[in-house]
């Protein structure tokens, strides 16, 4: 586990999700991390080019909490850090009323930030939606070890990256066979 997860934009990160699995996130900017679809059996990155690897997911993440997540911190030159522009298409949050929420699909601030974002479409629907809303990440802050392990083993096992606070905002979605609750 990293002693500490002190915020150094562009720094890569060693996830480790299980005892056998481990993958790579990257520190970006406002505190948004990039986790990567470079899955691994052991903490070794030889050859590893982020700035061509898979995306998986772009998180405003809540960097002390996660510590656990951390292995350690990659040596300068270990791995090709991700130099494309950081993904500002999120998902935000809207209350309508007692029980009934939804989602804007919005373009983060210059500052990245979901603060004077630009809104692209309001009350994205299950229905109409579906493929913004899968596509996209929600804007809220990320803190849970336990949770992003779940989330990325079974992208790892499966292929299917399912956010499982989409199921919260949006009860119609289905929760994809297999995935732990």
């Known amino acids: 586990m990293a002693k500490q997860v002190r ?6 990160l060693v996830v480790k999700v299980d005892e056998r699995l481990f993958t790579l996130a990257q520190l970006r900017k ?3 991390m990039e986790f990567f679809d470079v899955f691994r059996s052991t903490d070794e990155w030889d050859g590893v080019d982020l700035a061509s690897a898979k ?3 772009c998180l405003f993440v809540a960097d002390r909490p996660l510590k656990p997540l951390f292995a350690r911190r990659v040596a300068e030159g270990e791995v090709v850090r991700n130099t494309r522009p950081i993904i500002r298409n999120i998902l935000s949050f809207e209350w309508l009323a007692t029980d009934s929420y939804t989602a804007n699909l919005i373009e983060l601030s210059d500052g990245y930030s979901n603060i004077d974002a630009r809104v692209i479409k309001q009350h994205l629907d299950v229905e109409e939606d579906l493929a913004l809303i899968q596509s996209h ?4 802050m990320a803190g849970d070890p336990q949770k992003l392990r779940t989330r990325l ?3 790892h096992d499966t292929g299917v990256n399912w956010d499982e606070q989409k199921k919260f905002i949006y009860p119609a979605l289905e929760r994809p066979a297999g995935f732990p609750t």
């Not at 915020?7 to 890569?12: G, K, P, Q």
């Not at 990440?137 to 809220?140: L, Q, S």
């Open 7 to 12: 915020w150094v934009e562009d720094d890569v």
């Open 55 to 57: 995306i998986l997911f």
């Open 153 to 155: 083993k079974f992208i």
């Open 30 to 32: 406002n505190c948004l």
């Open 137 to 140: 990440e929600f804007c809220g």
